[in-house]
């Protein structure tokens, strides 16, 4: 593997890890989904900490995965097993790290939503797009303010996010950096801070920081060609590090974005898939699942003529719109 990323590059990266954690008392939270880019994150805080003395470990870090208890069962298993790790191995090195698996409320599930009220999977289009923050931000949010509450200050959030990611993403964090800070305020959260620690670098950049150093190994014990594995699989077992695509640029391996293997907001889901093409045959039931789900969304029998609330839409034609799933329908899915 070519290196992309240098020694003095890497120990830039976490002298300013270690400045920005110095320079107040706010405990830090990260974002932590197992994917490579939280990883890179992690691996770095958690070296950083491993080199600062113990009188200067002054403060807590949390380490927060989310659970939207209809993971991609591979993924599940995966980043419950790091959790752990992470925080087992933390107890044992003296690092101020406290792990958590936060899930959604019970009246809040995908399938509460679906079978026990009724709501229409969330569209493709986005227009009705309620899982994200119902699955995934809210029990994030929820915990966050939890440990504000317990620790009686405020917070920095520390999250994965890269301007490489995506055309709209950069524009999207350039929007919010306030100018010559490394410092954010949270969007939806009072009194808590976003730092994106490797918000430059490049996706070679992130798997060079992943297997270039420390032997590919991380601090908590785990060998980073396992997550590589799981990549490779989501791209169907073909998942080089450097690829030309047809544009002639090349192209790093750990384009896929593991989701809910139920997704009803994407027409194909490329990662369940890949996983089944790369030899994980028991998700075919899963995917065969998805598709029959999202094809009855719109069937006139499986959908009632109101809304929750009692009233009813009617559209320019004079056609009365769609409402909740019909208890047929409900009983059906179940």
Not at 32 to 44: H, W
Not at 138 to 147: G, Q
Not at 232 to 243: I, K, M, T, V, W
Not at 275 to 304: Q, V
Request: neutral net charge.
């Amino acid at each position: 593997m070519n290196s992309f990323f240098y020694e003095n590059d890497y120990e830039d990266l976490l002298e300013e890890i270690r400045y920005v954690y110095l320079s107040d008392d706010r405990p830090w939270i990260i974002g932590y989904s197992g994917g490579k880019d939280s990883t890179t994150v992690t691996k770095l805080v958690y070296e950083m900490l491993q080199s600062l003395p113990e009188e200067k470990r002054k403060k807590t870090v949390y380490i927060i995965s989310s659970d939207t208890l209809i993971e991609n069962p591979l993924i599940k298993n995966y980043l419950s097993r790091m959790n752990k790790l992470i925080g087992d191995s933390a107890n044992r090195d003296g690092v101020p790290i406290k792990t958590c698996m936060v899930t959604p409320e019970y009246d809040n599930t995908f399938w509460t939503n679906i079978i026990g009220k009724g709501l229409p999977t969330p569209r493709m289009n986005g227009t009705f797009r309620w899982c994200t923050d119902r699955l995934k931000i809210k029990p994030s949010a929820d915990k966050i303010k939890a440990i504000m509450k317990e620790e009686g200050k405020e917070v920095i959030v520390l999250l994965g996010v890269r301007k490489a990611e995506s055309i709209v993403r950069k524009r999207r964090i350039e929007g919010r950096e306030i100018s010559n800070r490394l410092l954010n305020r949270h969007e939806t959260i009072p009194n808590a801070f976003v730092y994106n620690p490797i918000v430059e670098l490049t996706t070679d950049d992130v798997w060079d920081v992943l297997l270039s150093y420390n032997g590919g190994r991380t601090p908590w014990g785990t060998d980073n060609s396992e997550l590589i594995s799981l990549y490779s699989d989501a791209d169907s077992g073909e998942c080089p590090f450097a690829g030309m695509t047809n544009s002639g640029q090349t192209q790093s391996c750990g384009q896929s974005r593991f989701g809910c293997w139920v997704c009803t907001v994407v027409k194909d889901d490329k990662s369940l898939n890949g996983f089944i093409k790369a030899g994980h045959r028991e998700l075919i039931p899963l995917a065969e699942f998805r598709s029959w789900l999202m094809s009855i969304r719109d069937i006139d029998e499986y959908r009632e003529k109101k809304h929750r609330d009692g009233t009813v839409y009617v559209d320019k034609h004079g056609n009365k719109g769609y409402g909740p799933f019909t208890w047929k329908a409900r009983k059906l899915i179940l």
